[in-house]
């Protein structure tokens, strides 16, 4: 009862594990709504657990949800989480089942309870199963559904036909060190002067400019632009992976990488102005893949 909300990734994942993600609704699929169907589709069909928004498109929407979310003229919350439970492809049709976890508040255009346009025949509540309830669980179409979802969130959990491998790492404590490409000139007093080939000591990564010290001068630190310098690799773990196929199907492997939450750790920093923040900033990784040919 003191959940305020929070991002639905991360509940479906502390709650059943497995690999979490999003379902990106592309360009693409904006343009062509049943291209975006399939995935839903093989998504139901492993078992995965699927949760999404949908957009705030009406600014001044009048009403307000439980936790003063927007509630739109179609019934449905903006900002607000659902669950997708199914998704049916019927008589031509494709249609998402989505339900609002409040138990009420539902789509109210087409393929809703309304039934304006007849649209709920005997053939599709047979393949659909649908039944008019004021539950919060309702149907859209999948044009429908593409121009109003935000994201579509997912958990993907492993049977006992999986091997699960742990491996336990820890970042170097010291600072991430980088070369200079090219000389930069700072051109105000929080930016740091650079000549090619000097080493770095990053202090923080900030979109466009990264923050840090010349190797042997510690007490000048500045900002610079990040794509003037190159970081150095600093290996944390190498993983070798060999399998047969089976059945004629290759072996399938899913990486997770998964850190504290840093929320319940009780570290602080002192920002720049001198106030003492909590440290709620994660260690920056990257992750290659390397086929047996090198590439």
Known sequence: EMC?????????FTFWGGANGKLAVEKSHKADPTSFFPLLQKACDQ???????????DVKAPKAGKCGEAVLDSGLVGGHVYSILKVVEANGEQLVCCRNPWGTGEWTGKWSDRNDYGEWTEEIVAATGYVDYNDGTFYMSIADFVASVGTVHYARTFG????QVTHYGRFKSDCATAKALWAWQGRSKDELTIAAGDTLCIEDMTPGWWKGTVEGKPDASGYFPWNYVALDDRPV???DLSGEAKDGHPMEVVI????PNVYRKRQFYTRDDGQIYKDVRYERLQLLIIDEGGN
């Not at 305020?4 to 479906?12: L, R, S």
């Not at 997770?256 to 850190?259: E, I, K, P, S, T």
């Open 4 to 12: 305020d909300g929070g991002n639905p990734t991360t509940a479906i």
């Open 47 to 57: 078992g995965w657990l699927l949760t999404n928004t949908f957009k705030n498109l």
């Open 160 to 163: 006992p036909q999986w091997n």
């Open 237 to 239: 773990a190498r993983f």
């Open 256 to 259: 997770n990488l998964v850190q």
